[in-house]
Every structure is written in C-alpha cells, then in structure tokens.
C-alpha cells in the first residue's frame, strides 16, 4: 500500500504541510475576508494569490532548513531577520510612499508595548493584539524568537557581545512585573485622563527608543537579550502566557553541567539554577538554539506524551506556519 510517510522523509513531509497550511489559511483570507488583506491584492486583481503561494513556499523552505538541529539557529536568524526586514520596510513604504502598504491604511505606533498599551488606550482591539493572543494559543512563546519585529533587532546586537553565566538580574521576575505593570496602569491613566493621541504617541515613542537605545548599548555588551527579556512587556506577557500552551524544553538526566548550552542562550535562560532545576527559565522561547550545544542531547522538546522529535516537529510546523502566515499579516 503506498504510503507517504515511507517515500518522503520527515523534513519533506513538514515542508509539504506548512506549504498546505499556509495555503488554506491565507487562501481563505484571500477568498473569504472583504478588505484587501493581502498586499498584492491591492496591486492587481488577483494578485493575493500569488502572494499566497510565495509565501507559502518561504514558509516551506524554511522549515526544510530548520528541521536539520545544526541550521537552526542560523536558519531561525534568517527568517526572523526576513520578517522583521519586511515588517519595516512596508512601514517605511507606508510612510514615505503611499498608505496602500498599510494594513488599515491608518499608522499605529511599531512599538512591541504598543499591542498591549494600544489597545487599553484606544478601548479596542487591534489585529496584532489578536495574532499575538493567537500565537501564544498555538505555540506559546514562538512570537518572541520567530514574529517580534524588535526581537530580531535585539537578537543581531546581542551576538555582539560574549554571554557570560552570570545571569542578567537577580530578580527578573520582579523588574519584569514592574514595567509591564508601568505600561498597563499608564496606557489606562491617559485613557481615563483623555489625554490626546498626540501625547500618548510620544510617550510611547519614547518606550520604544529607550527599548532601541538598551538594544544597541546594553544587548551588544551584555551578548544576551536584554530588552527581550528584562524591558518588553510584551515578553514579560509571553513568558506568563506561554504556559497555557502543553509545548515546553526539558533537561534530562544525561546532562553533565558543561554549561555550553548557557553560551548559546540568548534569552538567558539556561543559567546554572536552570539547569539545576532540569529546565529553562522563565524567559525561554523554545528557540531551540541550544540544542546543538548540548554534547549528551539532554535539551529536548516535550509536547504531552509525543516523543521529543515529534513534539519538535510539531512546534517547528505551528511556529513556522504562524511566521510565514504573519508575514503576509502582520503589517502597521
């Protein structure tokens, strides 16, 4: 009897579901949805089909790559710099050129606080309010190492620097709190104050610079992710979030304490406490990254009773299918 499963191995058949996945699901956008929500669209009739399948082949070849546990990390920089590269460009098009490069064709401030101080300021939701819920529904912190616009920057400063063992703060959990809790009870005290939009921008620009400013000073000497994982409140988010979703990365008992997998974490999540206690901390994004480092093959992915290849599988096809969904998506 023929079967699939025996002809292609593992990295085509997950190629060839991401490229049906992000067909569907952008096919029914495209067919479905009254307003343009595809850019092509807005070009030519017809035109967000052709971005449907483009994308659905990124999406596949990506994936292909990944699967290989020595191109992650690379092929994860890659795509993620793609994104963010795209999710900047159509901004600046938006701005510079005309607003048919902007989803609503009304600009909203780029600032990862924005989706959640956004929201409570205007008293509505916005769609990357609700592809950010989606994606911590279907693969849990996947928006912090695959989708964030700012992450990927802060991801390129940080290889600047060497990663030490030390970890970044002593209390991560508490300065973490503290400033999400800072942009909630702000974005609502302008709110309920009626401070004017003009106002509210600026101080959500100036979020977003001093966030820009950690990246490019802080990040790069430190060699980990700093405005990741101590000053976005989205990221504070998506670290509490994260645990309504079953996908998660354990340490087994193989694990010798080499601490060469702290090395490669950016999210500075494998510290020796971590490790200690057989999984990441809190800050974890299942990027993967550290996998390779691991000589024993101790780090590995558990999705309820899936063995750890299939529950990595399973994560690579959902957080890859939302990243390549997104980049036809998620604009300003």
């Given at each position: 009897?023929?079967?699939?499963?025996?002809?292609?191995?593992?990295?085509?058949?997950?190629?060839?579901?991401?490229?049906?996945?992000?067909?569907?699901?952008?096919?029914?956008?495209?067919?479905?949805?009254?307003?343009?929500?595809?850019?092509?669209?807005?070009?030519?009739?017809?035109?967000?089909?052709?971005?449907?399948?483009?994308?659905?082949?990124?999406?596949?070849?990506?994936?292909?790559?990944?699967?290989?546990?020595?191109?992650?990390?690379?092929?994860?920089?890659?795509?993620?710099?793609?994104?963010?590269?795209?999710?900047?460009?159509?901004?600046?098009?938006?701005?510079?050129?005309?607003?048919?490069?902007?989803?609503?064709?009304?600009?909203?401030?780029?600032?990862?606080?924005?989706?959640?101080?956004?929201?409570?300021?205007?008293?509505?939701?916005?769609?990357?309010?609700?592809?950010?819920?989606?994606?911590?529904?279907?693969?849990?912190?996947?928006?912090?190492?695959?989708?964030?616009?700012?992450?990927a920057i802060d991801g390129y400063f940080s290889k600047?620097?060497?990663?030490?063992?030390?970890?970044?703060?002593?209390?991560?959990?508490?300065?973490?709190?503290?400033?999400?809790?800072?942009?909630?009870?702000?974005?609502?005290?302008?709110?309920?104050?009626?401070?004017?939009?003009?106002?509210?921008?600026?101080?959500?620009?100036?979020?977003?610079?001093?966030?820009?400013?950690?990246?490019?000073?802080?990040?790069?000497?430190?060699?980990?992710?700093?405005?990741?994982?101590?000053?976005?409140?989205?990221?504070?988010?998506?670290?509490?979030?994260?645990?309504?979703?079953?996908?998660?990365?354990?340490?087994?008992?193989?694990?010798?304490?080499?601490?060469?997998?702290?090395?490669?974490?950016?999210?500075?999540?494998?510290?020796?406490?971590?490790?200690?206690?057989?999984?990441?901390?809190?800050?974890?994004?299942?990027?993967?990254?550290?996998?390779?480092?691991?000589?024993?093959?101790?780090?590995?992915?558990?999705?309820?009773?899936?063995?750890?290849?299939?529950?990595?599988?399973?994560?690579?096809?959902?957080?890859?299918?939302?990243?390549?969904?997104?980049?036809?998506?998620?604009?300003?």
């Open positions: 009897m023929f079967s699939l499963s025996k002809l292609l191995p593992v990295k085509l058949r997950l190629s060839f579901l991401v490229f049906l996945t992000v067909t569907f699901v952008l096919g029914m956008v495209q067919s479905k949805v009254d307003t343009k929500m595809l850019l092509f669209e807005r070009f030519f009739k017809n035109g967000g089909w052709v971005e449907v399948f483009l994308v659905a082949v990124y999406g596949a070849v990506i994936i292909y790559f990944m699967h290989d546990i020595r191109k992650t990390a690379r092929w994860r920089v890659i795509s993620w710099t793609v994104f963010s590269v795209w999710f900047f460009l159509q901004l600046f098009l938006g701005i510079l050129v005309d607003e048919i490069f902007l989803l609503t064709g009304k600009l909203h401030l780029p600032v990862p606080a924005m989706i959640i101080g956004g929201p409570l300021y205007r008293g509505q939701l916005s769609i990357m309010t609700l592809l950010f819920i989606s994606t911590i529904i279907l693969s849990g912190p996947a928006w912090c190492s695959h989708l964030c616009y700012f992450g600047k620097g060497k990663a030490k063992i030390k970890p970044l703060v002593k209390k991560p959990v508490a300065l973490k709190s503290s400033l999400l809790a800072i942009v909630v009870f702000s974005s609502l005290v302008m709110k309920w104050t009626g401070v004017q939009n003009f106002a509210a921008t600026i101080a959500g620009l100036a979020f977003g610079t001093l966030g820009l400013l950690i990246i490019i000073f802080v990040s790069a000497k430190k060699g980990k992710m700093v405005h990741c994982v101590t000053y976005c409140p989205i990221g504070t988010m998506v670290n509490y979030l994260k645990f309504i979703n079953p996908f998660r990365l354990k340490i087994d008992n193989s694990c010798t304490r080499c601490m060469a997998c702290t090395a490669t974490c950016r999210y500075d999540a494998l510290n020796l406490m971590d490790i200690e206690n057989k999984k990441p901390g809190i800050t974890c994004t299942l990027c993967g990254d550290c996998l390779v480092s691991c000589n024993t093959n101790a780090i590995r992915y558990s999705f309820l009773r899936l063995k750890p290849q299939n529950a990595r599988n399973l994560y690579l096809f959902l957080s890859i299918s939302l990243h390549a969904i997104f980049m036809a998506m998620g604009r300003i």
